[in-house]
């Protein structure tokens, strides 16, 4: 079964954009051997770190969204385990949180229709309202 994960992975500071494109193509070499497909790279460039990592206030921030089985993510993570560059990584399953956001803007756009209708019928009875508010009002007196 096919889901989809974020993984972002932070490398060293000093590390060299030919090592750490070096590093993404061999990522993108395992997944599909290992039957999954790559969505996304995003290389985020280099951040502060919210913490002290290795010694490390600075990292560049990779971020690749695959599509695969479990195997997959288990090889990628073993890949990024023992490259000595990387110092930092995470992997999110992002395909449920999906379906749960497609389900909500789906309820929100049937609630929209709805709404819709009833405002089409609602200038007349707004015309009445004004008739009874021009009624004269006795002056309250305390």
């Known amino acids: 079964m096919n889901r989809t994960y974020e993984l972002m992975f932070i490398v060293r500071p000093d590390m060299t954009d030919e090592d750490l494109d070096k590093l993404i193509s061999t990522l993108q070499a395992v997944v599909p051997t290992a039957g ?9 460039g280099k951040r502060r770190l919210a913490y002290t990592v290795r010694r490390f206030h600075d990292g560049i921030y990779v971020l690749l969204v695959v599509e695969g089985g479990g195997a997959v993510m288990h090889e990628l993570e073993r890949r990024l385990r023992v490259t000595e560059p990387v110092i930092k990584f995470l992997t999110v399953r ?14 929100r756009d049937a609630r929209k229709k709805v709404s819709a209708q009833p405002a089409a019928a609602a200038p007349p009875a707004a015309a009445e309202e004004p008739a ?11």
């Open 36 to 44: 999954g497909s790559i969505l996304r790279i995003d290389k985020m």
């Open 94 to 107: 992002t395909d449920e949180e999906q379906k749960r956001l497609d389900k909500i803007k789906k309820l």
């Open 132 to 142: 009874q508010a021009a009624a004269p009002q006795a002056p309250a007196t305390a």
